[in-house]
């Protein structure tokens, strides 16, 4: 099938900086996504946007050249409850890539052991409105619990706006819940605001929720980008990261978020958005916990 990108699509950054940044041995990509290709994987009838290709083996091309020893591929809402491609760049891993899928309700327990054969730790409920129509909480409730028993998590993807009105139906969620890109705080608001306090909250009373410290570029108000070798990119999302990294220390987890669906200013460097890591994580051991101890314990335990 021939598909054509959404107008305006930026695709990702072809030939990336080799990051100044040593990751730890054994650093974990934990967010990072497959699209298609389209012709082996047909993007879902149901999708948003219409990405360019990213294959597995861009995406394994990709870890090595940054330094990093594993990938979280999490089901991008362009491929629906298709996850095809993901599972088909697990099993092409070598057990380097673990992933986390999208399902609906009708989905056989068989299915499911199959896709934890494959290396699936978790599902992904996504509630934002630009990406996906709407799912039924009783649905997700049902999903949460069949995959509770599998020992998966659930990761939800939402705007900050949306967390008062969401706050029930997570905070009931019976697994370890993994918040996208730090619950996409506005940056343009004070970091001790209220709205920002109530994501922190979040984390503070719910022992079982864990946040990833990615996507600056999505975030970012007043840049600047990683491009052309900037090493201090992406200012403003700095306090905001750090404060969920020092709080939370046990509970953070990083992902490059390649191949960047839906940007729309500019596609940044993969190299150098490593290079951002240490600004939001200043020490070794900061690292070594973001890197490697927590989504290795989350992800791959038997090795842990
Ligand atoms: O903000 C986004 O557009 C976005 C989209 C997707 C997806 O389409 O799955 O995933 C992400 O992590 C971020």
Known sequence: M??????????????????????PPGAVDAHCHVFGPGAEFPYAPERKYTPCDASKDQLFALRDHLGFARNVIVQATCHGADNGALLDALQSSGGKARGVVTVRRGISDDELWRMHAAGVRGVRFNFVKRLVDFTPKDELQEIAARIAKLGWHVVIYFEAADLPELWDFFTALPTTVVVDHMGRPDVSKPVDGPEFELFLRFMRENANVWSKLSCPERLSVTGPRALDGEQAAY??????????????????????DWPHPNLKDHMPDDGLLVDFIPHIAPTPEQQRRLLVDNPMRLYWPELD
Request: hydrophobic share 40%.
């Open 235 to 256: 200012r403003d999302v700095v306090p905001f990261a750090r404060r969920v990294m020092s709080e939370f220390p046990d509970r953070v987890l990083w992902g490059t």
């Open 2 to 23: 021939e598909f054509t990108k959404t107008p305006g699509w930026l695709d990702w950054y072809a030939s990336p900086a080799k990051p100044r940044f040593q990751l």
